[in-house]
């Protein structure tokens, strides 16, 4: 299976007064990486999804192990795989690596939701095709 990757410099403004990654800027890169994951993997950009679709894949569950701090002009790699997709919801593993040594270790839980409703729906099968393509367990390692 594939697992996306994503590259992402650390910038001033995901930096603390010490010159590391404030650990809160770690879901907001997490995010972005899904929002690109499914951009440019599912084919199904946020703009489409939620303005003209009206469906939104909000996180009702996030987790992150910090191993090792990242600092102003490092380069994160980002690596991306889905772990479990479910009628209406997926598991999404993101890990961040600077060079070969992790720098996060995350999980996020999505719903496919109606934004209108606000209720949850299932996969389209296009959607959910593309979902399983990057199916994977990139477990503790670069994921390569």
Request: aromatic fraction near 10%; proline fraction near 4%.
């Amino acid at each position: 299976m594939t697992i996306y990757r994503q590259e992402l410099p650390v910038m001033f403004q995901h930096c603390d007064p010490a010159g590391i990654v404030f650990y809160p800027r770690y879901f907001e890169m997490m995010n972005w990486v899904v929002e690109r994951f499914f951009e440019e993997a599912v084919g199904w950009p946020f703009s489409q999804m939620h303005s003209q679709d009206r469906r939104g894949i909000p996180a009702v569950q996030v987790s992150a192990e910090f191993r090792s701090p990242a600092r102003l002009g490092d380069r994160l790699d980002w690596h991306l795989a889905v772990q479990r997709v479910g009628r209406a919801s997926a598991t999404i593993q993101l890990q961040a690596f600077v060079g070969d040594r992790m720098v996060v270790d995350g999980q996020v839980n999505i719903v496919h939701s109606d934004l209108d409703k606000m209720r949850s729906l299932s996969w389209t099968d296009a959607v959910r095709g593309q979902l399983e393509a990057h199916k994977s367990d990139i477990g503790d390692n670069r994921g390569k």
